[in-house]
């Protein structure tokens, strides 16, 4: 009887030393689990600066687009347009040459659909095309409006193109010769454009 007790107690003592190892393995994941929450926090918290460059990027889009708006309306002079200048100096064929440019202005405004779009006196540049002994060419190549030049493309002329008067037609008829190696300082030519030109639109 003795000896049966005493087995049982040990057997009990065993069964409750295994049952608290037991509790104390399973006390271990929990502690781990509890510690694991805390560093997924920290790598969250690490990774929120990254968005800050983005936000930069946007800033700068805004105004480069500005930068290449048009300041104002412009307006197109098509081909074909009349254009009437007057010759600031003399020009010779035998002492011009090929490429020379020369001073001129609008002698009357350019208009499109009744507004003004080249007015009157705008400053001109002249380009010699041809220039020879007995023959000169010119043509017009840029024009200047509100400070800015704008290129210009247009048909040659000669001097005899020259827009003339009552007594420079009567004189004309009376030496019957024509000399287009000259063109004297104030004539007058009235060029066509043969390339459409974009100018900005007053107002």
Same mark, same amino acid.
Do not use: C, W
């Given at each position: 009887?003795?000896?049966?007790?005493?087995?049982?107690?040990l057997?009990?003592a065993?069964?409750?030393?295994?049952?608290?190892g037991?509790?104390?393995c399973?006390?271990?994941?929990?502690t781990?689990?509890t510690?694991?929450?805390?560093?997924?926090?920290h790598?969250?918290?690490?990774?929120?600066?990254?968005?800050?460059?983005?936000?930069?990027?946007?800033?700068?889009?805004p105004?480069?687009?500005?930068?290449?708006?048009?300041?104002?309306r412009?307006?197109?002079?098509?081909?074909?347009?009349?254009?009437?200048a007057?010759v600031?100096?003399?020009?010779?064929?035998?002492?011009?040459?090929?490429?020379? *440019? +020369?001073?001129a /202005?609008l002698?009357?405004? #350019?208009?499109?659909? =009744?507004k003004t779009?080249?007015?009157?006196g705008a400053h001109?540049?002249g380009?010699?095309?041809?220039?020879?002994k007995?023959e000169?060419?010119?043509a017009?190549?840029s024009?200047?409006?509100?400070g800015?030049?704008?290129?210009?493309?247009?048909?040659?002329l000669?001097p005899?193109d020259k827009?003339?008067?009552?007594s420079?037609?009567s004189?004309?008829?009376?030496?019957?010769?024509i000399?287009?190696?000259?063109l004297?300082?104030?004539s007058q030519? *009235? +060029?066509k454009? /043969?390339k459409?030109v974009? #100018?900005?639109?007053? =107002?």
């Open positions: 009887m003795f000896q049966s007790q005493v087995s049982r107690k057997l009990l065993f069964l409750a030393a295994g049952l608290v037991l509790a104390g399973s006390s271990h994941p929990e781990t689990a510690d694991q929450p805390p560093r997924a926090t790598v969250k918290r690490a990774a929120a600066p990254a968005p800050k460059p983005k936000a930069e990027g946007p800033k700068v889009v105004v480069s687009a500005k930068a290449t708006q048009p300041s104002g412009v307006i197109t002079v098509p081909k074909g347009t009349p254009i009437t007057i600031d100096q003399t020009l010779e064929g035998d002492k011009n040459h090929k490429g020379d *440019t +020369f001073v /202005s002698s009357s405004p #350019v208009k499109i659909d =009744g779009v080249l007015p009157k001109i540049t380009k010699v095309v041809t220039a020879k007995h000169l060419k010119v017009l190549a024009v200047v409006i509100h800015k030049s704008y290129d210009l493309e247009t048909n040659s000669r005899s827009i003339k008067t009552a420079a037609k004189k004309e008829k009376a030496n019957q010769k000399d287009n190696s000259k004297a300082v104030n030519l *009235t +060029f454009l /043969s459409p974009t #100018v900005p639109a007053k =107002g």
